[in-house]
C-alpha cells in the first residue's frame, strides 16, 4: 500500500538502526503494513533521522538495488531479533545472511589532518550503504546489551525496541500505544470478574 510523502506512518520509530529497519513492519487497525513495500516507503525511510545519521554521504538513491539489499538484511535481524527474544542461539542462515550484508563494507581508519583518528565507513556499492550500516548496528547492540534487544510484549505487535531504562522493565513498544491496551484490559477484566 503506498503511503504519503513526507510522513512517517510508522507507530514507533526513533529506535537504533536495525531495530528501526525491522520496524518498517507493523500492525495497525487496518491490518499488516510494511513501509518498504514501495520505492516511495523506501525513500522515506532513507530520509528518516536514524538512518541520515547513520549513513550521512552514503545514502543511496531509493531504488530496486537498495530496496532488495535492505529486504535481505531485514529478514536477517528478524531471525536473530526472534533468536534473541527467545534466548536462544541464532539460526545459522541468519548469522550467514548478516555476515553476507557486513561482507560489502568495512570501517577504515585513519589519522586526520588533526592528528586525532578518523574512521570511514566503505562499501563496495553504494546500495549497501544504509544495510550495511543497520547489520553495523545490531552489531553493536549485541556488544553492548543484546538482553535489552526486546519485541514488544503485546502478541499482536511486531515491533521491536532498545530497552535503555535505568532498570530495564520496558514491555511495550510504546506504553501510549500498546501500554495503554494491556491496561485497558486488565482494567476490563478485573471489572468484569468482579461484576460476574
Sequence with gaps: MPHPAGADPRPLTGE????????????????????????DGLALWLG????????????????????????????????????????????????????????????????????????????DDPAWGPAWHAAANWLELVADRPGRIRPCANDACVLHFYDVSKNGTRRWCSMAGCGNRAKAQRHYARRTNAGG
Design 16 to 39: 537504533p538502526l536495525a531495530l528501526d529497519l525491522l520496524n518498517t513492519r507493523w500492525v495497525d487497525a487496518e491490518g499488516p503494513r510494511d513501509l518498504l513495500a514501495s520505492l
Design 48 to 123: 528518516s533521522p536514524p538512518v541520515r545519521e547513520q549513513t550521512g554521504p552514503l545514502t543511496p538513491a531509493a531504488d530496486r538495488a537498495t530496496l532488495d539489499r535492505l529486504l535481505e538484511t531485514r529478514t536477517a535481524l528478524g531471525a536473530l531479533a526472534s533468536a534473541a527474544a527467545l534466548d536462544a542461539p541464532a539460526a545459522a542462515d541468519a548469522t550467514t545472511a548478516l555476515n553476507a550484508v557486513l561482507a560489502h563494507g568495512r570501517i577504515r581508519r585513519t589519522l586526520g589532518a588533526d592528528g586525532l583518528p578518523e574512521s570511514v565507513v566503505e562499501v
